[in-house]
């Protein structure tokens, strides 16, 4: 079995070497047992130390290590939501960021269906209203959303993902900038869209979070 530590700064590095976390942005988190592990403030995500994370308790507690990131408790919003969530990636991607400051397609994704493995592999992807980085009551509101979803776009901000494993959530990060610069390299036109059954049948099939958007 993998360690937790070297496979969080695997990601990180792996993030990072494909520019989807610029400078010290961005942080990363895996659950393990009744703990969180998470990178701390500040921390480049090219050089993360395993030895160095932030430990803290299901509810939030610091129990050992240095400062977490101030972004935990949008971490803790995907563990609430689904006891089978592992891993957590929240970037600053240019592209994905881009697209948080537009107007979202529907209530349940600001992305559309625009490619069938943003469906697969990201699925519906809400845009939560703009809060300072770190705010506890932007987290709230999203453990509380009354739909199955995998990842939101923070608005002016960036994306948030959760998976049942590290590289899911990669690979659900990457994929979604993907398709972001996709929907920005189309601007103002109107492509064809995945109808609402074909969407709903990569869902089905792939078991990915996806309603009537």
């Known amino acids: 079995m993998s360690d937790p530590r070297n496979e969080l700064a695997a990601a990180g590095a792996r993030l990072a070497a494909l520019g989807l976390s610029p400078g010290s942005s961005g942080n ?51 563990y609430r939501r689904d006891a ?6 929240h970037l600053h991607s240019r592209q994905a960021t881009a697209v948080s400051c537009l107007p979202p397609w529907s209530r349940r994704s600001a992305v559309p269906p625009l490619t069938p493995y943003f469906v697969m592999r990201v699925g519906q992807t809400p845009l939560l209203p703009y809060a300072p980085p770190g705010d506890a009551d932007q987290a709230e509101e999203l453990a509380r959303l009354p739909f199955p979803l995998r990842a939101a776009l923070l608005q002016n901000h960036g994306p948030v993902l959760a998976g049942t494993t590290m590289a899911r959530a990669v690979d659900a990060a990457v994929e979604l900038e993907e398709v972001s610069a996709l929907l920005l390299a189309l601007g103002e036109r109107s492509p064809r869209l995945l109808t609402p059954g074909e969407a709903a049948g990569l869902a089905e099939t792939y078991g990915s979070p996806w309603g009537d958007c």
Do not use: M, N
């Not at 089978?84 to 990636?89: D, E, L, P, S």
């Open 84 to 89: 089978g969530t592992r891993a957590v990636v």
């Open 28 to 78: 990363l988190s895996v659950r393990s047992g009744d703990r969180i592990l998470i990178t701390p403030t500040g921390a480049d995500l090219a050089h993360v130390d395993p030895g160095g994370l932030s430990v803290l308790a299901l509810d939030g507690t610091h129990l050992d290590g240095p400062r977490p990131s101030k972004e935990f408790p949008l971490h803790r919003a995907f």
